[in-house]
């Protein structure tokens, strides 16, 4: 009937707001990915196209030496052969040509050729201008086939060789640096593509915990319209008992007012008959029945919970120990009765009524009783939980009976639902127990089955262990009543008057004052002596520090109940003095009237000595 | 012959204030000088017979019986004033306290209690139900209901109060928040304080304890 949410847990799980940091990363990471695309496309392509360009020059270039070294050796055996000066032009224009190809090559670092090489071609071409130089002169000098002997020469091939070595080297070089250099672009490329790789797992990996996110959303909303379905229908039921408790307290308030006249009625006229009337015993009858009701009213109050608790710190495992006494008279033989007490170390401490918890312990093993009409197991259990910070203590009535179907559990706590036969139960018994528990800020849970036995548990909240764990009761039967004269000094009248008919009521013979003149007024004109004299520590007209020694001063030597707020360092010392008692207030009546009892037994030669 | 204590019976059941009338009315130092069915009444009549005793019941229609005692009290200064109830709350016993009542009796008692607090109150004493007596503590201000049995909803402040009044009607915090023109933080801190001095740690209890003091109507 009763569930354990943690509010702190329920909260809104998409409260955490829209996750921006994502989002913008997302955005970043694809935008840097295409950006990169885009850059690496177009450097892939610039660098391919200016290889190709390269690739294609430095042929040409090649080709281009080969022929003017070519046409320079032509052209030069030529001038040598036919003696004609075009040919003399026409050498020096190529050869002019050819140096100037070499020059503006060599000059040209940034295309990458290789530099030593061209160096050598130039070289080799100054020496075979060199030869052919020479080869003309000796053609000026009449000595032709001198002159053409150079030109086939040994030297002259060997540098022609070494030209086209030249040639050959820086061709093979330059393709070499191509090839390097698109080398150099597809490892780029291949990092790049790593790069790429790593962001589109990151991407993945990003996906993939939306995806997650999502599901725990999903779930936390399902978990959150359960708890509130949940919620609502616990809700509902609270709120269903709360009518049905306003309904009978309503209820029980109007009757009791009509059984108020019907008992004063019967009161009144009980006093107008004699003794042997006719009347008298159907009057008694009205009188029995109207007892009965009251029992009736009492019950449906408690479940409105319009009763008043006298709630103190109680020990639920004490208050079971000494309720099993008392129970076990009304437990049949057939039903075997166990306990089980936790042993917990902080105590099974709840601030409640005792004896309203004891009414929940015997309407619970009554009905308990009830379900087991041939017999059966009666187990109590009464246990600390503790939950996080908080504690509660349970009590657990079970029993091996015929259970409850869902439909009789769910209803069994409204006023007058039974299943007992007519005249067997007033139906007001677990509605009581659901009264009082609520009142105590506790729970009331039912789980039953028909045929597997009920078992009722009540939790409520636990508080720590008292300092003292508990006050021994008092002696009543020696303290019951007090007897002579109490002299009470206190100066608020409201409060003066009740603690007078307080000690009234515990049997003394009560002088009030409101005064210090009053008091000693009182002690000096009154020919009887007080047994206690009850003072309030801030009665005007007596100094604050030394009120005992005032009231001693003004004759009385009795014992003194000193009340106040607040007591300093003269009053502990005051204290010291067995007759006299220093009690802070907030006091209550009834602890006023034990003491006033107490001091009076405990200082009986102290007192009437005036 | 001794002078009869002068009572005003204020109870708005008819059958109840005629028993009580005609049962005071035969004891020989009782005399009941007005019989009423309302607070108002009441006031009205103490100002016509300045009864010595007024017994009123407290759950009566109209005017809170509470402030017409006072009222009474500010005319008649010695009026004693004892109160009935069908039944016990705190706020009854607290209420009746701060008015200074003489008396408070509830219905179930016998009649002869009643009149043995009349003539108490009359020669000056208090007289109350046990169950009332025994809670009654004194401090420096005089005589109110013991702290124990105050609700814990005294804890809260006010504003506290008025969230866990919206909580208990299922209102989530944004709403509570929106409503109460804070932030869901505040609201939040609330709970928080709520949960922790009521030492209750799910919407269920909370919703519960609210419709026990009343914050949230089923």
Redesign the interface.
């Known amino acids: 009937m009763t569930g354990s949410i943690d509010i702190r847990q329920d909260r809104d799980p998409l409260a955490r707001g829209f996750p921006w940091v994502w989002v913008g990363s997302a955005i970043v990471l694809t935008v840097f990915m295409f950006v990169g695309l885009a850059w690496h496309v177009r450097s892939t392509f610039e660098v391919g196209r200016e290889v190709a360009e390269s690739y294609v020059a430095s042929d040409r270039l090649r080709d281009l030496m080969t022929e003017l070294q070519q046409q320079l050796a032509t052209t030069a055996i030529l001038l040598i052969a036919t003696h004609d000066p075009s040919w003399q032009t026409r050498h020096l224009e190529v050869e002019a040509k050819l140096q100037e190809a070499l020059r503006e090559t060599i000059d040209n670092s940034a295309s990458g050729y290789n530099q030593a090489a061209l160096i050598q071609a130039r070289d080799a071409v100054r020496e075979l201008s060199r030869i052919e130089s020479e080869a003309t002169t000796l053609a000026d000098w009449g000595e032709v086939n001198e002159g053409l002997s150079l030109l086939s020469g040994e030297e002259y091939r060997g540098w022609q060789r070494r030209f086209l070595e030249a040639s050959q080297l820086f061709i093979d070089d330059h393709r070499r640096f191509l090839n390097e250099r698109l080398l150099i672009q597809e490892a780029r490329e291949v990092q790049s593509l790593g790069v790429a790789f790593m962001i589109l797992l990151l991407s993945l990996a990003i996906w993939i915990a939306l995806v997650r996110r999502l599901r725990r959303w999903g779930a936390a909303l399902d978990q959150a319209s359960r708890i509130r379905r949940q919620l609502e229908a616990e809700l509902l039921q609270s709120q269903k008992m709360e009518a049905v408790g306003r309904l009978a307290s309503g209820i029980a308030h109007d009757f009791r007012n009509l059984l108020t006249a019907i008992r004063g009625y019967a009161t009144v006229a009980r006093q107008k008959i004699q003794g042997d009337h006719p009347a008298s015993h159907a009057l008694g009858r009205v009188e029995e029945a109207a007892d009965q009701a009251e029992g009736v009213i009492r019950g449906l109050l408690t479940f409105g919970r319009r009763s008043v608790a006298e709630k103190q710190a109680a020990d639920v495992g004490k208050l079971v120990i000494r309720g099993v006494g008392w129970v076990q008279r009304m437990v049949p033989a057939s039903v075997e009765l166990q306990t089980d007490l936790a042993d917990d170390a902080d105590g099974l401490w709840v601030l409640a009524d005792p004896v309203q918890l004891q009414q929940v312990l015997l309407n619970l093993v009554v009905n308990a009783c009830d379900a087991m009409p041939g017999g059966g197991r009666l187990h109590i259990a009464v246990d600390r939980v503790t939950s996080g910070a908080s504690a509660r203590v349970t009590m657990a009535v079970s029993d091996t009976g015929c259970g409850m179907t869902r439909e009789v559990a769910e209803r069994a706590v409204e006023p007058f639902f039974t299943t007992k036969s007519v005249g067997e139960g007033t139906g007001l018994g677990l509605s009581m127990a659901h009264g009082i528990v609520a009142q105590h800020d506790g729970s009331l849970a039912i789980d039953s089955a028909p045929g597997r036995g009920t078992t009722i548990t009540i939790s409520l909240p636990a508080i720590p262990a008292p300092v003292i764990s508990e006050l021994p009761a008092p002696d009543t039967t020696a303290l019951d009543t007090g007897q002579g004269l109490v002299l009470l000094a206190e100066q608020h009248p409201y409060a003066r008057q009740i603690m007078s008919t307080a000690l009234e009521a515990a049997g003394f013979t009560v002088v009030p004052t409101a005064d210090g003149p009053a008091v000693q007024d009182q002690l000096s004109n009154t020919d009887e002596n007080p047994v206690l004299a009850v003072l309030d520590a801030r009665l005007p007209g007596v100094g604050s520090a030394d009120r005992v020694d005032w009231l001693r001063r003004a004759g009385y030597p009795g014992p003194v109940l000193l009340v106040g707020g607040s007591f300093d360092d003269a009053d502990a010392t005051t204290s010291a003095d067995d007759s006299v008692f220093l009690l802070n207030k907030p006091v209550r009546v009834a602890e006023l009237k034990r003491l006033a009892l107490g001091m009076t037994r405990a200082n009986p030669d102290k007192t009437g000595v005036i | 012959m001794t002078k009869s204590i002068t009572v005003l019976l204020a ?1 708005d ?1 008819e ?2 204030r ?3 009338a ?2 005071l009315g ?1 004891e020989p130092d009782i005399e009941v000088v007005a019989s009423v069915a309302d607070a108002g009444e009441a006031l009205e009549a103490a100002r016509d017979c300045a009864p010595d005793v007024l017994v009123l019941d407290i ?1 009566m229609p109209g005017r809170s019986v509470f402030e017409v005692a006072t009222e009474i009290r500010k005319l008649h200064p010695s009026a004693r004033v004892v109160f009935l109830s ?5 706020q009854y ?1 607290e209420q009746a306290l701060e008015v ?1 009542a ?1 008396g408070y009796l509830t ?2 008692e ?3 209690r009643l009149i043995d607090a009349i003539r ?1 109150v009359a020669r ?4 109350f139900s046990s ?1 009332v ?12 209901l ?4 105050l609700t ?1 909803l005294r804890l809260l402040t006010q504003r506290e109060v008025e969230v866990l009044g919206h909580l208990a009607q ?1 209102l ?1 915090k ?1 709403s509570i928040a929106r409503l109460m023109n804070i932030s ?1 933080k505040t609201v939040e801190k609330h ?2 304080h709520v ?1 922790e001095k009521l ?11 609210a ?2 003091e009343g914050l949230s109507q ?1």
């Open positions: 109870d059941h059958l109840v005629e028993m009580l005609e049962r035969n759950d069908a039944h016990l709350t705190d016993i200074e003489a219905k179930d016998p009649t002869s108490a000056g004493a208090t007289h169950s007596s025994e809670r009654i503590v004194i401090d420096e201000h005089g005589a109110h013991g702290r124990d049995h814990r299922g989530p944004k869901v709970c928080d949960m030492d209750i740690h799910d919407r269920v209890q909370l919703a519960r304890f419709i026990r089923p």
